[in-house]
């Protein structure tokens, strides 16, 4: 099993290297890593050609390419990928020793599985809605439309997917991972594991950190666009459509209210 892990870099030169010894620390080490910097103004590919210098047992490639947004790194990463399995990372955020080991495991024992997602920050869910969770439970697209459960650095996917599902749209700038994976839950057996094996955003709420209502407003814009190109695929009728648009007008109101009192 190879594992491809892809990392979009831009102006990440104080996380970094947080990330890469993350990955240097695994109990499996993965058979590369991509980085794909993408035109950071800092010094954050000097950092990772210092790191490269200094672990040369490590697999790790660095591109440079011009800014175009976290979709476009993305995809140049895993178009680059040779492993049969593309996991993915951001360069601010850090998995915990075991993760890929876990994974796996999980996944050398549920050979039916195509796409597997674990969880963050400590988190373990009971239910979503009606739907009790279990240690490994399938996702389906509707359920990553009521709850977007699939965190970028926690997933792995065969590589195989792609040149049916595509990659990631580059013109959409928020909510794009949500987009991506109910494409993929459409048509692959999508499954998470609810055990916490990664860390993001240093442990801080899992939306509006910087407070910023227009992020919070642009996300939304972004969820309502998954919802109707969900409707487009089929993946949903008219009436899950409307009900999903006011499900996901009250989250936003919810959001706001959350930030400005936190």
């Known amino acids: 099993m190879k594992i491809s892990v892809v990392i979009p870099m831009y102006n990440s030169s104080k996380t970094i290297l947080m990330t890469l010894n993350s990955i240097k620390k695994q109990t499996i080490l993965p058979y590369e890593v991509i980085i794909i910097d993408d035109g ?3 010094e954050s590919s000097t950092i990772v050609e210092d790191f490269i210098s200094n672990n040369s047992t490590l697999n790790i490639q660095l591109v440079k390419k011009t800014n175009g947004g976290v979709s476009t790194a993305r995809n140049a ?9 593309i996991a993915l990372l951001d360069s601010d955020d ?17 050979p039916e599985i195509d796409f597997l997602g674990t969880n963050r920050n400590g988190e373990y869910f009971d239910k979503i809605l009606w739907k009790k969770l ?23 996917f ?37 055990e916490s ?6 442990g801080k709420a899992h939306f509006g950190h910087s407070g910023l209502s227009g992020n919070l407003k642009e996300m939304e814009k972004g969820e309502l666009k998954n919802l109707k190109d969900a409707l487009n695929l ?7 459509y ?10 936003y109101f919810r959001r706001i209210v959350i930030v400005k009192t936190r």
């Not at 089929?234 to 899950?240: D, Q």
Request: overall charge neutral; hydrophobic content about 45%; some cysteine.
């Open 40 to 42: 950071s103004l800092d």
């Open 77 to 85: 990463g895993i178009k680059l990928a040779k492993g049969d399995w």
């Open 94 to 110: 850090e998995w915990l020793i075991n993760k890929l080991e876990r994974q796996i495991q999980v996944l050398s024992e549920n």
């Open 134 to 156: 279990s240690v490994l439970t399938r996702i389906s697209p509707k359920l990553l439309m009521i709850k977007f459960i699939f965190v970028v650095p926690t997933v792995i």
């Open 158 to 194: 065969k590589k195989e997917i792609i040149s049916d599902v595509g990659y990631f749209d580059e013109t959409q700038k928020y909510a794009e991972e949500g987009n991506y994976f109910i494409r993929i839950a459409q048509k692959y057996n999508c499954f998470l594991l609810n």
């Open 197 to 202: 094996l990664v860390l993001t955003g240093d």
């Open 234 to 240: 089929k993946i949903i009728n008219v009436l899950e």
């Open 242 to 251: 409307s009900c999903l648009v006011v499900f996901s007008i009250l989250k």
